[in-house]
C-alpha cells in the first residue's frame, strides 16, 4: 500500500483548527445554501480538530460573513484618476465618413 505518512496526515488537520463556519438556525429539511435565507441567524462554529463547536452567533448573513472574513473589511486607498478624454477627434478615433 502507498499510505502517506502520519505526519502528513497530521500536519493537514492540524491546519484546519481553528477554521470557522457560518450554519443557518432555520427548522426544516437539514442544511441548505446559505444564499437561501440571508436573513435567517447563524450559528458560527469554530472546528477543534474532531468536531465543531459553538464559537458564536450572528444576526443575519451579512454579519456572519463580516465574523468570517475579517480580512476583506479592510479598507485600501483608491486606484489611479482616469483622465477623461480631451477635446478633438485623436489620432485613432473615426472621422464621419468612416462609419
Known amino acids: 500500500m502507498d499510505d502517506e505518512p502520519l505526519s502528513a496526515w497530521a500536519e493537514r488537520r492540524d491546519a484546519r483548527i481553528g477554521r470557522l463556519r ?3 438556525i432555520v427548522s426544516g429539511e ?3 445554501g446559505s444564499h ?3 436573513d435567517a441567524p447563524r450559528a458560527i462554529e469554530r472546528w477543534n480538530g474532531h468536531t465543531w463547536e459553538p ?3 450572528a444576526q443575519d448573513l451579512a454579519e456572519a460573513k463580516r465574523i468570517l472574513y475579517p480580512e ?3 479598507v485600501t486607498s483608491p486606484g489611479p484618476v482616469v483622465e477623461p478624454l ?3 477627434r ?3 478615433r ?4 468612416q462609419h
Request: no cysteine; glycine share 20%; hydrophobic share 25%.
Open 90 to 92: 485623436g489620432r485613432h
Open 86 to 88: 480631451g477635446a478633438g
Open 36 to 38: 437561501l435565507k440571508p
Open 72 to 74: 476583506a473589511q479592510v
Open 94 to 97: 473615426k472621422t464621419p465618413d
Open 55 to 57: 464559537h458564536g452567533y
Open 30 to 32: 437539514g442544511p441548505s
Open 22 to 24: 457560518a450554519v443557518p
